[in-house]
């Protein structure tokens, strides 16, 4: 990969110079937030959270910090919060000056919370390596660890994931990856993706889907009964856009000229006009794919949207 491509996914600001392929090892990888993913509100809110539980906990050491990423790395505040946290001393010196000396307090800090958390290392989403190279999601995911099983009740934002691109230096150079990392969970319905109530239609028994393909089959025929036509096959009938134009036609007083259409289509064109007046009743939110591909769930969905719409 180019350095130019890389200033540009990365958008570093200037005079910030990308990783050169020598500062990774081979098959070595390293994380980077893009601005947009720093900025992000919810993960400025989060670090905000953290950092003054942080503060509130060790203020009789008189110990502040400003900066999660900056200020964790050496295993020092860790070490105090840990004590405190978990009410127990641990073997390690209190002042490591030295790299060595500094990995080694965090590694047996990293030890004692690992074990407090039942965690084996392999779990964990934090290593001696990432906190001590200021990976700030590592050092992030190991907080958010502490404060929910020490202070269950700290009230940490919901839901905060941030884009992550990952560079890795192959055989062929350097190459990237975007994934988002999710640092903290759903925590209420109001949070929660909304469920398709079609989706949990078509879960049901088939004897129960039956039924209600059965009901919109009648209710479509109901409809279609004045124009001399009716509907026998859900799965299929719909596919070609004709049968769904007549029915919207019917349901929302209007009909559609013949020659925007043709009653015995060759082509997609038919369901390109139906996505077009769906949109325009604000009724669908989906492409034509679906319905093209003679999908029930689309279908289903369509003729729902539309008898709520129209009249009964």
Same mark, same amino acid.
């Given at each position: ?16 110079? #990308? #990783?050169? +392929? ?17 900025? !992000? ?29 900056? !200020?964790?790395?050496?295993?020092? &505040? ?30 047996? @800090?990293?030890?004692? @919370?690992?074990?407090?958390?039942? $965690? ?16 700030? $999601? ?26 992550? &691109? ?7 150079? $350097? ?9 903290? +969970?759903?925590?209420? !319905? ?39 036509? %009716? ?8 596919? !070609?856009?004709? &049968? ?30 139906? &996505?077009? @007046? ?21 279908? %289903? ?12």
């Amino acid at each position: 990969m180019e350095l130019e491509s890389l200033y540009d996914l990365l958008q570093l600001p200037k005079g910030v110079e #990308p #990783p050169a +392929e020598e500062m990774l090892s081979q098959g070595g990888k390293k994380r980077y937030l893009p601005p947009t993913s720093r900025k !992000d509100p919810k993960f400025e809110e989060l670090q905000k959270v953290l950092m003054e539980w942080i503060n509130t906990t060790l203020l009789p050491e008189h110990i502040v910090v400003r900066s999660l990423e900056e !200020d964790m790395f050496d295993g020092l &505040i860790l070490h105090h919060l840990f004590q405190r946290l978990a009410a127990l001393k641990l073997e390690a010196e209190d002042i490591a000056l030295t790299a060595a000396s500094q990995k080694h307090k965090l590694t047996v @800090v990293l030890e004692a @919370v690992n074990r407090s958390l039942q $965690l084996e290392e392999r779990q964990a989403k934090w290593s001696v390596e990432t906190i001590f190279n200021k990976d700030l $999601l590592s050092t992030l995911h190991l907080l958010v660890a502490l404060a929910k099983r020490f202070q269950p009740n700290l009230s940490l934002p919901t839901n905060v994931q941030v884009e992550v &691109i990952t560079i890795e230096s192959t055989k062929s150079g $350097l190459k990237s990856e975007k994934s988002v990392e999710q640092l903290t +969970e759903y925590s209420t !319905d109001k949070d929660q993706p909304p469920k398709d109530v079609f989706d949990e239609l078509f879960k049901l028994a088939p004897e129960k889907v039956n039924a209600v393909k059965e009901a919109i089959v009648n209710f479509v025929n109901q409809k279609l009964d004045r124009l001399g036509l %009716s509907v026998q096959n859900l799965d299929t009938q719909f596919a !070609d856009g004709v &049968i769904l134009l007549l029915l919207i036609g019917q349901l929302e007083g209007f009909f559609l000229h013949l020659k925007e259409f043709y009653l015995t289509p060759n082509s997609p064109a038919e369901m390109e006009c139906v &996505i077009e @007046v769906l949109r325009g009743r604000q009724l669908r939110r989906a492409g034509t794919q679906p319905l093209l591909k003679e999908d029930l769930h689309a279908s %289903s969905q369509v003729v729902t949207f539309s008898r709520l719409r129209g009249r009964w």
